[in-house]
């Protein structure tokens, strides 16, 4: 019984720490873009706020997608058990997630001065990608 409270305190803990980069994130890379916007002409500004909405959208996709397995962490830590759990279903899931997290990296451009830049524009899909085939296998 102890196990499971410090389990939910965890996943409580998650959730906040999700909850906070998805507010935290999205507000830095505003102020950001409103300082680089009285440099910028009137038409990239619309520009950024489509790909600021993709970023936001980003990180709300990756909280969802890792706030999922918690649910079944939970159950079968509770459960002590992983009975009724479908391992094709993880399994699968675990393949996605790797190859689609793979397809990301090995995508990123050779130049070193836009590695960094490439890295941050797809972090969100790299944290929900690697992040949930790092839960699932706590799950499997």
Known sequence: IVGSKSLKNFCITWIMVCIALCVIL???????????????????????????????????SCVFYLGSRFPQLYKNFQRRSTEGTSYLLFSL????????????VLKMPTTESFQALYFLHHL????????VLFLDIFVS
């Open 26 to 60: 999205p507000c830095q890379l505003l102020l950001r873009n409103q300082d680089q916007s009285t440099v910028m002409e009137k038409s990239n500004n619309s520009l950024d706020m489509i790909e600021m909405s993709g970023f936001i959208c980003g990180y709300i």
């Open 93 to 104: 899931a675990m393949m996605g997630n790797c190859t689609y997290g793979l397809s990301i």
């Open 124 to 131: 969100p899909w790299l944290i929900g990608s690697f992040g």
